[in-house]
């Protein structure tokens, strides 16, 4: 099963409102990623959070975890058309293993 | 600006035949890494390279596919013989792996995979 799961799995909001992801997984990690990919193109890193940190920031993104919940979210604030994607989360475990396991991922669909 | 390569971008065969991708990693990275992305499964981690050595091939169906780094700047993931149930968008990603640090993926664009 998926290390990490989102959710919702879709999300339409108008252009210039918030859009908050979250994910959820199951294993100790040594960091949690967030990835965006588009419409038949590859993923693209967005942010990394490593597992002793609470929130980052990185323009208009903000990440939190709380590893007592094994969870994470991902705000995008005022957002834009062009933040239409797909946007997955990726956890690399705390075992020295540093291949990623990608969660199912968030359609967002940014209505202009 | 470094970017993932990968050939082909699309890749149409009949079933049985053989299917070689080839992917050229970032310059510098000592990591690569093969994904396969269906709408069914998602992203599903292929294999695993590090500094040229598999680290982990646990994804693969190894009676089929094979994937190879025979240097720093190519990686080859092969599919023989190929099936329908092959279809999906194959990705490669490479990275720099620093001691006791996450790193960061970077993705080529993908093959996309159309087995008849």
């Known amino acids: 099963s998926q290390q990490g799961e989102e959710d919702p799995q879709a999300l339409s909001i108008q252009e210039g409102e918030n859009a908050t992801m979250n994910c959820s997984y199951k294993?100790?990690?040594?960091?949690l990623q967030w990835y965006r990919q588009n419409s038949g193109r590859g993923l693209v890193h967005l942010i990394l959070i490593r597992s002793n940190e609470r929130e980052k920031h990185s323009g208009r993104l903000r990440v939190t975890l709380d590893t007592s919940k094994k969870s994470s979210s991902l705000l995008i604030t005022a957002s834009r058309a062009a933040d239409t994607a797909s946007y997955f989360c990726a956890t690399a475990l705390d075992t020295g293993r540093r291949a990623l396991t990608f969660g199912s991922g968030t359609r967002l669909q940014v209505q202009p | 600006d470094a970017r993932v390569t990968q050939t082909p971008r699309h890749k149409v065969t009949e079933m049985g035949q053989e299917v070689t991708m080839r992917c050229q990693p970032i310059?510098?990275?000592?990591?690569v890494f093969w994904y396969r992305q269906t709408m069914m499964q998602g992203l599903e981690l292929l294999a695993y390279f590090r500094n040229r050595a598999p680290l982990d091939d646990s994804g693969m169906p190894k009676d089929r596919f094979s994937a190879e780094m025979p240097d720093a700047t190519l990686a080859t993931l092969k599919i023989q013989p190929s099936e329908p149930r092959d279809s999906a968008v194959y990705f490669c990603?490479?990275?720099?792996?620093?001691?006791?640090?996450?790193?960061?993926?970077?993705f080529g664009p993908g093959t996309r995979l159309l087995v008849l």
């Open positions: 294993t100790s990690i040594n960091n």
């Open positions: 990603a490479s990275g720099l792996v620093l001691k006791q640090s996450g790193e960061t993926q970077y």
């Open positions: 310059l510098g990275h000592n990591t």
